[in-house]
């Protein structure tokens, strides 16, 4: 996720120039960047775990945020997409975008014959469906193992 319709000055001495767009991720060198964009994070996030149908991991439902990587869990297919349909706009509506071409979906099962599609549509992006991916240094499985 990132910011997006930002925009900065440069300023020197006194003197601080136009305004210009910054047109990818936050401003460097900015120390309340990662503070701001973990508040909007936040906000997206609290205002979509309205929905209780997810999983429940230590009082917690549906996601697991760590920086900027985002997991939506949830008991069932339809919980998963439900809530990720709802990141989106609620993202949308604090100034964040999901950068589809970082995004991975992964649906995981203990059953093997479980649905398992290429990739996932929403707004016209497509997010690309994985078998395993890592999160803190864990990698997940599609089967539900964890290595």
């Known amino acids: 996720m990132r910011l997006n319709e930002t925009h900065g000055t440069v300023r020197v001495g006194k003197n601080f120039s136009d305004m210009f767009p910054i047109r990818n991720g936050l401003k460097e060198g900015d120390a309340l960047s990662p503070l701001l964009f973990n508040f909007a994070l936040l906000h997206a996030v609290r205002r979509v775990q309205v929905n209780q149908d997810g999983s429940k991991l230590n009082g917690t439902y549906q996601f697991l945020v760590y920086t900027d990587d985002v997991y939506i869990l949830g008991g069932r297919v339809h919980t998963v997409k439900d809530n990720r349909e ?40 497509s997010f690309e469906s994985v078998a395993e991916l890592k999160y803190l240094r864990t990698t997940l499985t599609n089967q539900n193992y964890i290595q």
């Open 86 to 125: 709802a990141l989106i706009v609620t993202s949308k509506d604090t100034g964040l975008e999901i950068n589809a071409d970082k995004t991975k979906c992964m649906a995981m099962s203990r059953d093997q014959n479980a649905e398992q599609s290429n990739s996932t549509r929403i707004d016209n992006r």
